[in-house]
């Protein structure tokens, strides 16, 4: 498989490594996540305030769960501002 194909395993992986068999992540397991998995590019989330806006910015059904498709919109920032990040750096 290629670089890009591992990588969209990886991230299904990841997601149900926290979510488990019900496919849904709870807001501590959305914690446990961002604070394992992506604390290189997210700061670590410490605050209930911070994890509270986040949650709510990716509920987008209100169910008070993160489903797999919010959590991909959660991928697509990170990997947005990460891009972003990479292209001003390597103009500079």
Known sequence: MSELENAIITIIHVFHKYSGHKCKLKKSELRALINT??????????DSETL????????QNGDLRIDFQEFI???AMVTSGCH?????ERHN
């Not at 998995?37 to 410490?46: C, D, G, L, P």
């Open 52 to 59: 509270d806006e986040l949650f709510s910015d990716l509920d």
């Open 84 to 88: 972003d990040l990479f292209i001003s």
């Open 73 to 75: 919109a959660l991928i």
């Open 37 to 46: 998995e992506m604390s290189h590019f997210i700061t670590k989330v410490q």
